[in-house]
């Protein structure tokens, strides 16, 4: 067994509330592929910690991708932003969902300016906001100081 795996099991076992619940939830989801138990703890550690942004946004993830719960998905990003407003993780990637999934372009400017807003280092979001302007709004030179951030 991974040392990983070994550390989140004896945690669950002592302190089954505890706040490692959403990153086991993640390990299981990402490193094990183990969807159920999974989602499983996601949703346990969102009865705990239902204001956690974070685990939220991996939530999300977890049903957009894996179960392809699209409207499950968006609740889970929307609770995402609504816990963490300034969380420039939960701002971007709401943004790309709604650009991606709904080809949203209004309310995905909208949470990609608010993301870059809230952190304007984050590389990821300063790449998806330049694309997005440069493929959506043809603003090559505003998609270029994205890129320069």
């Known amino acids: 067994m991974e040392p990983c795996a070994k550390v989140f099991e004896k ?8 706040v490692h619940l959403g990153e086991y939830a993640y ?7 183990n969807f159920d138990q ?3 703890y996601y949703q346990k550690a969102l009865e705990v910690f239902p204001d956690q942004s974070s685990i939220h946004l991996k939530y999300a993830g977890f049903l957009r ?6 409207p499950g998905a968006e609740a889970e990003y929307r609770a995402a932003v609504q816990t963490g407003p300034t969380n420039a993780d939960a701002l971007g990637n709401y ?6 999934v709904y080809q949203n372009v209004k309310d995905a400017e909208e949470y ?4 870059v807003e809230a952190d304007d280092t984050h590389a990821n979001n300063l790449c998806n906001y330049g694309l997005f302007l440069s493929e959506e709004k043809q603003d090559f030179l505003k998609a270029e100081k994205m890129y320069k951030y």
């Open 65 to 70: 991708h894996v179960r392809r719960n699209v």
């Open 11 to 18: 945690l669950d076992r002592y302190n089954p509330v505890g």
């Open 95 to 100: 943004a790309s969902f709604l650009h991606g």
């Open 38 to 40: 999974a989602e499983k």
């Open 112 to 115: 990609y300016t608010r993301a």
């Open 27 to 33: 390990f299981l989801h990402r490193r094990r592929r």
